[in-house]
């Protein structure tokens, strides 16, 4: 296991270097604790923002890692969920500043999230935006404190209330002399004063790795609310292994939870396994198994749940990548009557920096930009392109895109897409307008058509293509 020196820690403070924590363990632990993700932001969560905790994205949320080429950056992410009612399309895009960082986050018609970073690329503002009756509402404003070796010492969250700004919840950190956090406190505001609310304590070995963390909550008077801990155990080249989960009962600390891990040669996590303790004896209640290519990419993933003493299919997740090894689309399905079904699963995406985001839904989509020449696209175009819809076969929304050609003499080109049956019948036009060079989507609903095949033909001056699509209801 890699050990971390103090005495190399003073060394890089003294050449005022950013200390990066090489406790990749760690880090997996806390990388979130403040949760300026749009992803990470359920409708509940948007009206009761509260600080992560730093426990609230642990070893149990599963998800893919995803290696992001230095050329391009997440341009927008199209997912299609599942509804009781009829699928829903869900549409997440992103902007960035000059250095590469996010400048904004939007999930359309639903939250909106602005960014803003000091010299060395740490967050320091976040404005969050609710999308209510026809416009933005503020929602909570969070400012971000770093000491100088760019460790995260202070934030302090403001929730929106009419046209001002109130208290809402502040977390402080402190390290110790190596830069290991050793105490996170979080407080929440009463309508008068701080009070005390949440505090995690991280205790580290002689080599500075972290083996157990210690969680209280605040009872109103001192630290004696609901506490537990988490001990941690690795191998020899500092995978986690162990993951055990004590509670305080009657000031004794009784079993809780386990999580168990297994790897590979290359160290990719092969298998997760999650057990509670019931009754004196562990007790299992969920697995995970994961696949990877030979770019270490993750390409599926597969829950069993154990039932009936014995394990039965969940859950699966299926990826694909990129020629630049990005993520480029999954889909999630479920285990129903014998068969796997589409379903709405959990999609985890992890850059090289311990940065993640997750995406809720059954298929996703996700397109990128280049960092070069992100605002000269139809550069890159060099014809007119219509593409498969996507989902194919859908129900009862799909997405068409296209691009239109450059090379037009006016700069703009008359454009139609239409959709037929399979009779050549039209059933309705969903473009009719002069367009400039460029790439663009259309949403298309067949909830007031029958389940068959249709078609949809994208027509602009000497071009005409037409491309099949199937509705299933």
């Not at 995260?152 to 956090?181: E, I, P």
């Not at 969903?430 to 029958?450: D, P």
Request: glycine content about 6%; charged content about 20%; proline content about 1%.
């Amino acid at each position: 296991m890699i050990s971390r020196s103090c005495f190399l820690s003073i060394i890089y403070f003294i050449f005022s270097s950013i200390i990066v924590s090489q406790n990749k363990q760690f880090d997996e632990l806390i990388k979130n604790d403040l949760d300026r993700g749009i992803q990470s932001l359920d409708k509940e969560e948007v009206y009761n923002f509260d600080i992560n905790k730093i426990v609230k994205n642990t070893s149990t949320t599963e998800g893919s890692p995803f290696n992001t080429n230095d050329n391009s950056q997440i341009d927008s992410v199209i997912i299609i969920k599942i509804s009781s009612y009829e699928d829903e399309i869900i549409k997440y895009f992103y902007t960035y500043d000059s250095s590469g960082n996010v400048a904004t986050e939007t999930k359309e018609n639903y939250l909106e999230i602005s960014n803003s970073y000091d010299s060395n690329g740490n967050l320091i503002n976040y404005i969050s935006k609710r999308w209510e009756n026809g416009q933005w509402i503020n929602a909570h404003h969070a400012t971000i404190f770093y000491d100088s070796l760019g460790n995260k010492t202070f934030v302090l969250v403001l929730q929106g209330k009419d046209s001002s700004w109130v208290n809402n919840a502040q977390a402080t950190y402190f390290y110790n002399s190596c830069g290991d956090l050793i105490i996170y406190l979080e407080e929440s505001w009463n309508g008068s004063k701080w009070v005390n609310s949440f505090r995690r304590t991280n205790t580290y070995d002689s080599n500075y790795v972290l083996i157990s963390s210690l969680f209280q909550n605040w009872s109103g008077s001192d630290w004696t609310g609901h506490s537990w801990r988490r001990s941690y155990t690795y191998d020899l080249n500092g995978n986690m292994v162990l993951d055990l989960s004590e509670h305080l009962n009657n000031n004794k600390w009784e079993n809780t939870a386990q999580f168990i891990y297994t790897y590979d040669k290359k160290d990719n996590k092969l298998t997760y396994l999650y057990k509670t303790w019931s009754e004196g004896e562990w007790v299992s209640v969920f697995r995970y198994f994961f696949t990877y290519d030979n770019n270490k990419n993750r390409i599926l993933t597969k829950e069993e749940n154990w039932e009936e003493n014995k394990w039965v299919n969940a859950l699966k997740i299926t990826q694909t990548y990129n020629a630049n090894g990005e993520l480029d689309s999954a889909k999630t399905e479920m285990w129903w009557d014998s068969s796997w079904v589409p379903g709405n699963g959990t999609v985890w995406m992890y850059d090289n920096d311990g940065n993640s985001r997750h995406y809720f839904g059954s298929k996703f989509k996700i397109y990128y930009a280049s960092l070069t020449d992100v605002k000269n696209e139809e550069l890159h175009i060099k014809d007119y392109s219509l593409s498969q819809n996507y989902p194919n076969p859908f129900n009862p929304s799909t997405i068409i895109t296209y691009s239109i050609s450059p090379n037009v003499q006016s700069g703009l080109s008359n454009v139609s897409l239409k959709i037929y049956d399979v009779l050549g019948r039209e059933i309705v036009t969903l473009v009719n307008k002069e367009q400039s060079a460029g790439n663009y989507e259309v949403q298309f609903n067949g909830s007031s058509l029958t389940s068959g095949i249709y078609f949809y033909k994208l027509q602009s001056g000497n071009f005409a293509e037409s491309k099949k699509m199937l509705l299933i209801k």
